[in-house]
């Protein structure tokens, strides 16, 4: 029996994954690492939001960081679901929550883990 | 107009738009359609304004096909993204709404690409799912239902290569499917109920996707390798900006030592017509015309059509590539750093072919006070037009020798002008944010397309339309400037016991001569001064300028002598210094400052950009004169 909605339920499990301390704004994570948007909050800032939306930041999606820049580690470019690369800077990727690849048949996944150091 | 003053036999043109995604094939494919010609690239931003062109449906119908700026969303961020949205919803005045919207999207990309197509279907006007890129979709091998999109989506769906005819034929036929069945409701509907669709809405649309595209791909692509692996090392913190300047500098080797030998045949030519004219004529005013006047301010200028196009070949090429956006993500910190958006460094790129288009591409740059401080530093980046100039000056004064193993120093001191004025853009920039244009930054947001070859047609009608653009210039601005520059400079003529050359007591000289007090300081002597002053309407004009009134003023053997030759004769070093530094950043281009004044609205700005860069320029040549004066260059 689902006592939780839906959105509840996701609610709960970024609350778990933050305790656990699996999460990290997209501008911290490791250069080659993957993960999936957890939360894309512009903290009232619907502009940035919905730029960072439109351009493929959604939760959900899989993001893996591919370059970052010489100074700052900014900015920084990301592949989102293996399709699109986009570059952003580090003000706007620390809006986007990302936590671990838990469901690896998930959307956009990789389907073989291409991936090295 | 309203529909009431048609009659039945002159029917309303059927309008029909290419909306979609940035850099998805909107314009390839409108080139295809219409046979046009206008800019494709492979970045996103390139088309920044609203074209039309015409075409014939296979059954007859006579459409007006427009290709807009591409958008990510109706909700528009930037002013070419406003052009859509406005198209779209029938904003735009007079014409109402279009007929028909085609959504152009990348194949390849559909689960980013699908959204905008949502939010056009929520509109309810008639409309066309184009899947364009199929060739590469299908390399990696991707396989869409084409009937399950179409249905789940309850509109027309084809799947297109913008490049080739018959991939479109598809799209020609839904087109008149659409056309037949529905009739046209156009001008009279308006879409003022739409809203900007809120974050949610926006994750309710990719959630919409996501289960479209359960349903729809068959079998999945693999994801892009190649530009992967390049992109390891064209965005390597370290080895990246090194190729870029590598680039930039091969660059502008290439623009000298490639150029040479067509420069000799076209220097021949001239020197040989000159001469056939001057043989054949008897001394008259005429002739004075045709050879001081027009002959000799051509030949200056026309020589330099190599160069340019050389220029060019590496400009389109490397936008072809898709390089442009990698340039941009290495300049950025750099950009961030004065306070620009580093989407701004397209538009600059582009300046260097020209600041007219630089300026307009800035349409793609969503903050005003990013674009403004953008427009306003566009000029600095070195135009082609300043390239006749540089090599002028250059070949006269910078003997041709290689220094550190094998580089060439004209080739050297060519790309240090170049990095002069990026240098000072960028400052400029800087302090431009700290004063007049303070205000917060805004995000940088770009997608970086694959890789891809250049087409080499693509490449060499880009070429041959920079030819023409630059014949054009010299048949109709630079011809009629010389025209009545030698008017100026032969009338009145000298007085009885003259000891100067005649064109000393012409108008002109008299212009010059009054302007010679204001400059001398910085080195220029009057027949600088007479250059300078047709010079302000285009930059290469100067160079004309330069070879008709040193055609005027000199003996018979200058006058078929190369004007470099004459220059280095007639100038010092220190002077021919100064009047690059003043090259480096005067406004001399009245093109340029009418573009600044319909992009902004107003003639503050264009004002205020042409005393700041005079400013730059006298302070600049001011300075270069006087250290190259005591370091011993007079
Ligand atoms: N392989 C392949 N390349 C394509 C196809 N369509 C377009 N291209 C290339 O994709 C790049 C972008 O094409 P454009 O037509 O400039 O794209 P656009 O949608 O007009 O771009 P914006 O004006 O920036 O919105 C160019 O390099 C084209 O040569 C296609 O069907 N197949
Ligand atoms: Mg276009």
Redesign the interface.
């Known amino acids: 029996m689902n006592v939780y909605t839906e959105q509840e339920r996701q609610a709960l499990e970024v609350g778990c994954l933050v305790k656990a301390g699996l999460t990290q704004p997209l501008g911290q994570m490791p250069q080659g690492s993957v993960g999936r948007i957890l939360a894309v909050s512009g903290m009232g800032d619907h502009d940035v939001e919905r730029g960072l939306l439109e351009m493929g930041f959604v939760e959900g999606a899989c993001v893996e960081v591919l370059h970052y820049g010489l100074l700052g580690r900014d900015p920084l470019a990301v592949r989102i679901n293996q399709s699109m690369t986009v570059a952003l800077r580090q003000v706007e990727a620390n809006i986007v929550l990302v936590g671990p690849l838990l469901d690896p048949t998930g959307p956009g996944t990789l389907s073989s883990q291409e991936q090295n150091g | 107009m309203s529909a009431a003053t048609l009659t039945a036999d002159t029917p309303r043109k059927i309008q029909i738009a290419l909306v979609g995604p940035p850099n998805c094939g909107k314009t390839t494919l409108f080139n295809t359609l219409t046979g046009g010609r206008q800019k494709t690239a492979n970045y996103p931003g390139v088309t920044v304004e609203r074209k039309s062109g015409q075409l014939r449906t296979p059954v007859g119908h006579s459409v007006e096909l427009l290709d807009l700026p591409g958008s ?2 109706l ?1 528009a ?1 930037s002013p070419d993204e406003a052009i859509t949205r406005d198209v779209v919803l029938g904003r735009q005045t007079l014409e109402g709404l279009p007929d028909a919207v085609v959504c152009v999207t990348d194949a ?2 559909l ?2 690409h699908l ?1 905008l197509l949502l939010e056009l279907r929520q509109l309810g006007r008639p409309l066309i799912l184009a899947l364009n890129m199929m060739d590469i979709a299908e390399q990696r091998g991707c396989q869409i239902s084409i009937e399950t999109l179409s249905k789940q989506l309850g509109i027309p769906v084809v799947t297109t290569v913008a490049m080739r005819k018959h991939g479109v034929q598809d799209l020609l036929g839904e087109i008149d499917t659409l056309l037949d069945q529905a009739p046209t409701t156009a001008g009279t509907a308006t879409t003022d109920e739409w809203q900007e ?3 949610d809405a ?2 309710a649309y ?1 959630r919409e996707v ?1 289960r479209l595209l ?1 349903e729809a791909v068959i079998q ?1 692509g693999a ?1 892009e390798r190649l ?2 692996q390049l ?2 090392v064209v ?4 080895a990246g ?1 090194l190729i870029l300047l590598s680039i930039l500098f091969l660059m502008f080797q290439a623009v000298f030592s490639w150029a040479a030998i067509p420069m000799d045949w076209i220097d021949g030519g001239m020197a040989a017509l000159q001469e056939a004219a001057s043989a054949r004529m008897v001394d008259s005013l005429l002739k004075s015309l045709l050879v001081d006047g027009i002959i000799a301010g051509i030949a200056g200028v026309v020589i330099f059509l190599p160069q340019i196009l050389i220029l060019f070949l590496f400009i389109l090429l490397l936008e072809d590539f898709g390089y442009m ?1 990698r340039a ?3 300049m ?2 750099l950009m ?1 750093g004065v306070g620009l958006n ?1 989407r701004a460094f397209i538009p600059l790129l582009s300046s260097f072919a020209c600041a007219v288009p630089g300026i307009m591409a800035t349409r793609a740059i969503a903050h005003p006070l990013d674009r403004l401080t953008t427009i306003l530093i566009a000029p600095l980046m070195t135009c082609s037009a300043r390239l006749p100039v540089y090599i002028l000056l250059i070949a006269a004064f910078i003997p041709n020798t290689t220094v550190w193993g094998g580089i060439g120093l004209q080739g050297l001191v060519m790309f240090g002008l170049y990095a002069i004025g990026v240098v000072g853009a960028l400052l400029a920039a800087g302090i431009l944010r700290l004063t007049v244009l303070r205000g917060n930054r805004q ?6 397309p694959s890789y891809k070859w250049p087409n080499p047609t693509n490449v060499l009608l880009g070429l041959w339309d920079r030819a023409k653009i630059f014949i054009r210039r010299i048949g109709t601005i630079i011809l009629s400037v010389l025209v009545v520059l030698w008017f100026l400079s032969t009338f009145p003529g000298a007085p009885e016991g003259a000891t100067e050359p005649a064109i000393y007591y012409s108008f002109a000289g008299i212009i010059g001569r009054g302007l010679e007090p204001l400059l001398a300081p910085i080195g220029f002597n009057w027949q600088i001064a007479i250059a300078l002053v047709p010079g302000l309407a285009a930059r290469e004009v100067a160079v004309a300028a330069l070879g008709t009134v040193y055609a005027l003023s000199g003996n018979e053997e200058a006058v078929t002598e190369a004007l470099a030759t004459t220059l280095a004769s007639q100038w010092s070093l220190a002077t021919a210094l100064a009047l690059l530094a003043w090259y480096v950043f005067a406004p001399q281009c009245l093109a340029t400052l009418a573009a600044a004044r319909r992009e902004t609205n107003s003639w503050r700005w264009p004002a205020f950009m042409f005393v700041y860069l005079m400013a730059l320029a006298y302070v600049a040549a001011l300075v270069t004169y006087r250290v190259a004066l005591a370091l011993g260059g007079g």
């Open positions: 990510y969303s909700r961020r390849t990309n689960g980013q959204r669709p809120s974050p926006i994750r990719h996501e359960k999945e994801p530009t992967r992109d390891r965005l390597h913190p370290v900006p956006t941009a993500f290495l950025d910190r961030s580093g995000a940088l947001l770009m997608e970086l």
